[in-house]
C-alpha cells in the first residue's frame, strides 16, 4: 500500500514527499478509512508508530479552508512536550496548507495564549487543564469543534485526568466524532469508553501472537488475592533462580495494595512505579531495578511500557490481563536478547474468558502448574472479589444501572431543565405520600425493562 492509495490531495502528498514518506504505517493504513467515515474510533498504538499522521491525514484531508475564527479540531494530549511535538508534526504535514495550528499548556503565560487564540485558529492541541482554563475564560469558544481527540488516553488517565476529561466533554458540542488513542487497553480505559461512546470502532495493529521461543511460560489457578500473595512469598523465597524479577498488575492501587503484602518480607529487595509516585521515585525506582540493587520490581501496564530492562528473570502476571496484547507486551518483558525468561500468569476462576482469548492468539495453552503443597490457600476476599450485594427489593438491577448512561454528560442546558420537572414530582409526591397523577406512569415501563 502506498500512500497514494488513501486519495490524498497535492497539498499533502507535497508535504509527504518533503519527508520523504512513501508508505502509510499500519496504524495510518487501519484507521484512515475509519477516521474519514466520521465514526467514533478507539486506536490502539504506541508513540513512534505513526499514531500522530494516522488521525491528521484524514482529519487534514477533510478539513476545508475557513476565515472563521473558533477551532473546529482539538487534540488534548497528557503532557507539554506532547503538545510541541504534535504542532511539529501537524506543521510538517500542513506545510502546503492554509490552516492555522496553536499548541497551548500549563506553566507558561495563559495571557500570550488568550491573544493567540483570540487572532484565530482551526487546530488546538492543548493539555486538559489549561484547555478548560481557557476555556472558562470564554476567550475560547467551542461551538465549531467538530471533532475531539485524544492522544494517549492511558496516560491521561493514570495522571488523573478523568475528571477534567469528563468536565470538558461537557462543554464541548455534542455532535462531535470522538477519536482517541490509546497504547494500552487498560481497566479505566474500558470504564472511560463504555460511560462516554457509542461503541466506538476499534483499530488495532495486529499484535504478533508468537510468544519468542526462549520465553517459557506458565499458569497458576489461583483462588484470590491473598492465596496469590502467599504464592509469591513461595515463589520469591528462591533468590538464585527469581534473581530479577517484573511483577505486573493492571491499576496502581492493586500495585500499592500488593507492595504493603510483600514489604515486610522483601524489604530491601522490592520496588515500585506506577503514575502516583514522583517522578524522581520512578526513576530512582527503575534504576535500583536495573542496576540488580533490588531483586523485584512491580509495574502497571502503562508505566511498564517504555521500560528498557535486560535480564528480567521472570515476568510474573499477578493478575491475567483482559487484553491478549497487554499480556504479549508484558512478557516480552523478558527473554531479551536472546537469553532464557520465564512468564507466570496468576488466574482465578473469573479470569477464563481472558486466558482463552490470550492462548487462542499465541495458538498453544500455556502449561498449568499445581500450586506447591507449602501455599496456604486463603479464603478472605478483598473489597473487589467480594460478590455484588445485590438490591433487596429489586433482583434483576445490576450495580451499574446507577450509573449515569452516556448521555447524562452530554445533555444540552435545555434537556436537562425538562428533568427537573421530573424529580419536581418527586419531591411533590414524597411530601404528599401519594402521586400526583393518577397512578405511576412509569411504573409499567420500568417493570417491563426489568423483566427482560
Ligand atoms: P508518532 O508515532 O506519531 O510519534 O510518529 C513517529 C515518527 O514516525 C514521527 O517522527 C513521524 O514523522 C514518523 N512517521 C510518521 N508517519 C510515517 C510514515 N508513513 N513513514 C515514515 N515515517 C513516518
Known amino acids: 500500500m502506498t500512500f497514494q492509495d488513501l486519495n490524498l490531495n497535492t497539498p499533502l502528498y507535497n508535504a509527504l514527499g518533503d519527508l520523504g514518506f512513501t508508505t502509510p504505517t499500519p496504524i495510518q493504513a487501519?484507521?484512515?478509512?475509519?477516521?474519514?467515515?466520521?465514526k467514533d474510533m478507539v486506536g490502539i498504538a504506541q508513540t513512534g508508530?505513526?499514531?500522530?499522521?494516522?488521525?491528521?491525514?484524514?482529519?487534514l484531508k477533510n478539513l476545508k479552508f475557513s476565515s472563521q475564527e473558533n477551532p473546529r479540531v482539538l487534540i488534548l494530549v497528557p503532557t507539554r512536550e506532547l503538545v510541541v511535538q504534535v504542532v511539529d508534526e501537524i506543521e510538517k504535514l500542513s506545510k502546503y496548507i492554509n490552516n492555522r495550528v496553536l499548541g497551548v499548556y500549563g506553566g507558561t503565560n495563559i495571557n500570550t495564549q488568550k491573544q493567540a487564540i483570540a487572532n484565530g485558529l482551526d487546530i488546538l492541541v492543548a493539555t486538559p487543564g489549561r484547555f478548560y482554563d481557557l476555556a472558562l475564560s470564554r476567550v475560547l469558544q467551542l461551538k465549531s469543534v467538530q471533532k475531539l481527540v485524544i492522544d494517549e488516553v492511558d496516560v491521561m488517565l493514570d495522571l488523573g485526568f478523568r475528571h477534567q476529561l469528563i468536565n470538558i466533554f461537557d462543554?464541548?458540542?455534542?455532535?462531535?466524532?470522538?477519536?482517541?488513542?490509546s497504547a494500552t487497553m487498560t481497566r479505566d480505559v474500558?470504564?472511560?469508553?463504555?460511560e462516554f461512546f457509542k461503541s466506538p470502532e476499534r483499530v488495532s495493529i495486529a499484535v504478533s501472537g508468537t510468544p519468542l521461543e526462549n520465553i517459557s511460560q506458565q499458569r497458576y489457578n489461583v483462588p484470590n488475592f491473598y492465596t496469590k500473595v502467599n504464592l509469591l512469598h513461595a515463589l520469591l523465597s528462591d533468590k538464585d533462580t527469581y534473581n530479577k524479577v517484573l511483577i505486573f498488575v493492571a491499576y496502581k492501587k492493586m500495585a500499592d495494595k500488593l507492595f504493603a503484602q510483600l514489604d515486610e518480607k522483601f524489604h530491601d529487595e522490592?520496588?515500585?512505579?506506577?503514575?502516583n509516585k514522583t517522578q524522581n521515585y520512578r526513576l530512582r525506582s527503575i534504576e535500583q531495578f536495573r542496576d540488580g540493587e533490588n531483586r523485584i520490581l512491580i509495574a502497571t501496564d502503562v508505566m511498564a511500557r517504555g521500560l528498557d530492562i535486560d535480564n528480567v528473570s521472570h515476568v510474573i502476571n499477578f493478575d491475567t490481563p483482559d487484553y491478549p496484547e497487554n499480556y504479549m507486551h508484558r512478557i516480552g518483558r523478558t527473554g531479551r536478547a536472546e537469553r532464557k525468561g520465564e512468564a507466570l500468569v496468576f488466574?482465578?476462576?473469573k479470569d477464563a474468558d481472558a486466558i482463552a482469548r490470550i492462548e487462542t492468539l499465541m495458538h498453544m495453552t500455556i502449561p498449568l502448574m499445581p500450586i506447591p503443597e507449602d501455599v496456604t490457600i486463603s479464603t478472605e476476599l478483598i473489597e473487589e472479589e467480594r460478590p455484588i450485594i445485590k438490591e433487596r427489593n429489586n433482583p434483576n438491577k445490576r450495580r451499574d444501572d446507577d450509573a449515569p448512561g452516556p448521555a447524562f454528560h452530554e445533555k444540552s442546558e435545555k434537556n436537562a431543565k425538562e428533568n427537573l420537572g421530573g424529580s419536581y414530582k418527586f419531591k411533590i409526591a414524597a411530601k404528599y405520600k401519594k402521586p400526583k397523577t393518577k397512578g405511576d406512569k412509569n411504573y409499567n415501563k420500568r417493570n417491563k425493562n426489568f423483566k427482560k
Do not use: W
Open 30 to 38: 487501519e484507521a484512515f478509512n475509519v477516521v474519514s467515515s466520521g
Open 49 to 59: 508508530t505513526g499514531k500522530t499522521f494516522a488521525y491528521m491525514l484524514p482529519i
Open 171 to 181: 462543554i464541548l458540542p455534542e455532535k462531535r466524532q470522538n477519536i482517541m488513542f
Open 190 to 194: 474500558d470504564i472511560l469508553i463504555n
Open 270 to 275: 522490592l520496588c515500585l512505579i506506577h503514575s
Open 347 to 349: 488466574s482465578t476462576k
